[in-house]
């Protein structure tokens, strides 16, 4: 069974912590994404990245950075947690050339 | 500037009976593509229904239908004969073209589907 899967659940980080958010894939999938859910707001993108070591912005990108030093591995790192970074973040991936993504389970953070 | 326009918060329907959520979007792009999600409490988002720009006919999954109509740019989802199970929060959302071999996702805002017994 293909998956994307996501480190943790439930993560509860003080503000001004250095926080790491890990997705990992098993389906050899170039493309990987990062969303965070808001209520109201929908699902917005954060970075994605499109092969190892290559990132790109999203719409949402300020207070985050990215890394994807293999294939099946894109973390989003939070370098100074704030509490305005409290939400439910999505990790998904694609192949190239195939639309559809297949999405993780999700992380709800909580900044404190 | 692309948009996906989810205009219905929440929505509550009588089960077995039929129910439309709607969704318009906005794209100066010829080719696109749009999808419908489903968001069940438990979190994971399971995709439905996908409809290219291109696509001669509407697109059909079971119970899901994409009522795809280019000239309004819309894009609506029928689920028929619903059931409890489908209580969940929908989302609608739009492939852009993609540059950097990335095709991204844009996602409307969400509508709170709930099925009264």
């Known amino acids: 069974d293909v998956k994307v899967t996501q480190s943790s659940r439930y993560l509860v980080k003080r503000t001004g912590e250095k926080v790491f958010l890990e997705c990992v894939q098993d389906m050899d999938h170039e493309n990987m994404f990062w969303y965070r859910q808001d209520p109201g707001l929908g699902l917005r993108l954060i970075y994605f990245s499109y092969d190892v070591k290559m990132k790109e912005k999203g719409d949402i990108p300020e207070g985050y950075s990215v890394s994807r030093e293999k294939k099946e591995r894109f973390s989003l790192i939070l370098e100074s947690a704030s509490t305005n970074q409290t939400s439910m973040y999505l990790c998904a991936s694609n192949r190239r050339g195939f639309y559809g993504y297949t999405f993780g389970s999700g992380t709800r953070l909580t900044v404190v | 500037a692309q948009k996906i326009t989810q205009t219905q918060p929440g929505m509550f329907v009588q089960e077995k009976e039929a129910v439309t959520l709607d969704c318009t979007y906005d794209?100066?792009?010829?080719?696109?593509?749009l999808f419908w999600y489903k968001q069940p409490s438990s979190g994971e988002m399971i995709f439905l229904i996908y409809q290219g720009s291109y696509d001669q006919q509407n697109a059909t999954e079971g119970r899901y239908s994409l009522n795809f109509q280019k000239a309004r740019k819309s894009a609506n989802l029928v689920i028929s004969a619903s059931q409890l199970g489908d209580s969940a929060m929908y989302f609608c959302?739009?492939?852009?073209?993609?540059?950097?071999?990335?095709?991204?996702?844009?996602f409307g805002s969400g509508t709170r589907l709930s099925i009264r017994p």
């Open positions: 959302a739009m492939r852009t073209p993609g540059y950097s071999s990335a095709s991204k996702i844009i």
């Open positions: 794209t100066s792009d010829p080719s696109y593509g």
